[in-house]
């Protein structure tokens, strides 16, 4: 026996011992991403604030995900299949290991390139998987099957879709729950769902991507208060970040409205608030920033790669 197979062995071995001792029956939400869908810094920006990234690899930011590991069921499932995945799925097998845990599945909120084309790791030209649950919204499913090279995931049983309905729960697991539900943004091919992600003790909301909250049919405030975490939309801190485009054209909530929406919020429902999907204009995205300390200031979080919440 090599010595890599017996360090391997060992190592299952402290695995199960931890998992057993300290968190056999627990639900953790673990963050593997926070920048907007082209990661950060992104392609052709060389200016000041991305020049960090180019200079010092520490520095850069993945795609938005997230991953959902139960330990009683030996699960993993993955919100959000970005352009990162490989590395973010690393992430997520030093936390919850292939041959313990198995990929149960990816949740997906809507067509825009950050937030799906990751699955083209899934492919015969990579990974080559083998019919990986892919839960998706009835446009989205259509586009996947009538799209290549989508369609050719699907035809090859590297993914199977997963149909999803608005505000319908799907149990996954013995102790987790989610819903999707529907938010207005810009829907060219599919259309695009927040989660609520319930566990056996806290619930969380994910919304990274909304075009404002004014714009949605439910109340955002009501929202967190039914909740212990919310992960929400914080693609640009201000108007006039991009001074070269016109931002309507990508509306988001502006973490400073955001910040002002829920300024009246009692100290534990703005605790519950944590900005991600930062695009690389974005003050946010170093955690050491002003911005970010006004942030913390005013009771919110920022959130981070590694961030862990227990559900």
């Known amino acids: 026996m090599s010595l890599k197979t017996v360090c391997f062995a060992l190592f299952l071995v402290f695995h199960s011992c931890w998992v057993s001792g300290q968190a056999q029956d627990g639900v953790s939400l673990l963050v593997l991403g926070v920048a907007q869908d ?84 899934m492919g015969r030209e990579a990974a080559g998987t083998q019919n990986v649950p892919v839960y998706v919204m009835p446009r989205f499913k259509n586009y996947l099957e009538m799209n290549g090279p989508w369609s050719q995931l699907v035809s090859l049983n590297n993914i199977k879709l997963m149909p999803l309905k608005n505000k319908q729960p799907v149990k996954i697991s013995a102790q987790l729950s989610i819903t999707p539900f529907t938010v207005p943004h810009r829907d060219e091919f599919t259309e695009t769902v927040g989660y609520q992600i319930k566990g056996p003790n806290k619930t969380a909301l994910f919304i990274p991507d909304i075009d404002k909250w004014q714009k949605w049919e439910e109340d955002i405030i009501e929202a967190i208060g039914k909740v212990d975490f919310a992960l929400l939309d914080a693609t640009f801190f201000a108007n006039g970040e991009i001074p ?68």
């Open 38 to 121: 082209a990661g950060y810094p992104q392609l052709n920006c060389y200016k000041p604030h991305c020049q960090a990234g180019w200079d010092d690899a520490n520095k850069r930011k993945f795609a938005t995900s997230l991953a959902l590991i139960d330990m009683q069921s030996k699960q993993k499932f993955l919100f959000e299949a970005t352009p990162d995945i490989r590395q973010q799925m690393y992430q997520l097998h030093q936390q919850a290991p292939d041959g313990i845990f198995e990929f149960a599945g990816v949740f997906l909120t809507h067509g825009h390139m950050g937030h799906y084309t990751g699955l083209m790791h």
């Open 244 to 311: 070269n485009r016109d931002m309507t054209e990508i509306p988001h909530p502006f973490v400073e409205e955001s910040m002002a929406l829920f300024k009246d919020l009692p100290t534990d429902e703005k605790n519950k608030i944590t900005f991600i999907h930062f695009n690389h204009s974005n003050p946010l995205i170093d955690q050491a920033s002003s911005a970010a300390g006004t942030v913390s200031k005013n009771g919110f979080r920022v959130a981070y790669r590694g961030m862990q919440l227990d559900l």
